[in-house]
């Protein structure tokens, strides 16, 4: 990713810009936000085909911009991007969705081995070239660490200012700063879970954007996640990366940590966490108290 390539976008009034740490809700946002424009279950072509990714350098600059430049509907543009990073104007709204980042550990960790990085390096040597890799995806990369509970504390301390917990809480604290402007928008991953029909009726609300009453139902079914994972195909972004679209989502549940995580474990992941984000921040992502783990399992 490069958040340089945003310099110099063409925005439009309208926009949405999606932007949310990865392994959030990206793709489900996105969803959400097509069916709220085109009113359908049934959308005019691939999600990817919608809303492409500015940053990500898997597709040139200039096809991104001219990409969107040919679009007659209202605009929806993906970024992993936070708030500090983006070009920010009055006209265009801009949406972050947080989740408890033990959750998105986990997630990231399925999101992994479901890459084919093969292609990944194959789109963007197209795009941009390959010469400047460095690091995790060449050849001179670690091996990964075999246990899952490993993995997840890796993530947890990972320093990298585009993976691991410092960069999450990172976009979270630009977006939590910045909460009260009109034009920018926090969802919660386990809000969207919890009442779908809700949560996109009151983004309608707040995109001023109109829909028959007759059309919810349909409109909240695809947007359920089974609707999406069995619609994989239409949905999964960039779809050649994947060795199994499905898989791509994967479980989209919550609390998936507590099979791996005891209560040394969590207190040490609160001492983290309480370094890198404010309190208030803290206790919206985790909905509750870090400590709480009466049903923890230490599973490793």
Known sequence: MDSQRWQGFPFRDGDIVISTPAKCGTTWTQTICALLIFQTPELPHRLDDICVWPDMKTRSQ??????????QHRRIIKTHTPFDGLPIHDGVTYLAVGRDPRDVALSWDAHFQNTDYDVVLALRDAAV???????????DAPPPLDSAYDRLWAWMEHPDVQIGLPSMLHHMSGFWAQRERSNVLLLHYDELKADLEGQMRALAEQLDIEVPEQRWPDLVRAATFDAMRSRAEEFAPVLAMWRDPQQFFNRGVSGQWRELLGDDDLRRYEEQVRKLAEPELVDWLHRGPITTSATAMSGR
Request: aromatic share 14%; charged share 30%; glycine share 10%.
């Open 62 to 71: 200039a096809d991104v911009f001219a990409f969107y430049e040919a679009q």
């Open 129 to 139: 070239g390959n010469d400047d890799l460095t690091g995790e995806l060449t050849d």
